[in-house]
């Protein structure tokens, strides 16, 4: 199983929120820091935002920070609204599916169940789980020019 792009960045932009000593950080230094793409990150954060993970505050002085404390931010509810439904394999997508067996075989049985198992794993952990190396972290995270 691979997560999307949308949700790696997801998970990342979180635990630099969870990290960074700032009130607030900006989509532009996040992007700096893990080298992707600003306009990808912009459409990410903006997804955050709706599913309550992040708020957003726009003008001077504005920025983005976590809504809620590290520990109150499940990584299964992150994982779950930034993919949406998993779809491993064709027949899981009804309006693509061309598959021949479809509803004779045991495949879709046995993903689900496999799907379910992982997201139920990662409700194990909260976005402070994640982060918990905090030092080492925010030491990775930090402009380069601080690092001299």
């Not at 935002?49 to 920025?63: D, E, H, P, Q, S």
């Not at 983005?64 to 590290?70: D, F």
């Not at 491993?88 to 799907?115: K, M, Q, W």
Request: glycine content about 6%; hydrophobic content about 40%.
């Amino acid at each position: 199983m691979q997560l999307t792009y949308h949700t790696d960045y997801a998970l990342r932009v979180l635990m630099y929120l969870a990290v960074t000593d700032q009130p607030m950080a900006n989509v532009a230094e996040i992007a700096e820091r893990y080298d992707i793409s600003r306009n990808h990150l912009v459409k990410v954060v903006h997804n955050l935002a709706r599913g309550g993970f992040i708020r957003t505050y726009r003008g001077k002085g504005g920025g983005i920070e976590l809504a809620r404390p590290p520990e109150q931010i499940n990584i299964g509810s992150v994982v779950r609204y930034t993919e949406g439904r998993f779809k491993p394999v064709e027949c899981f997508d009804a309006s693509r599916n061309r598959c021949l067996i479809t509803g004779a075989c045991g495949l879709v049985e046995a993903l689900e169940e496999a799907c379910e198992s992982f997201l139920t794993v990662l409700d194990r952990y909260s976005l402070a789980n994640l982060v918990r190396r905090r030092t080492s972290l925010a030491r990775l995270l930090a402009p380069r020019s601080s690092l001299n």
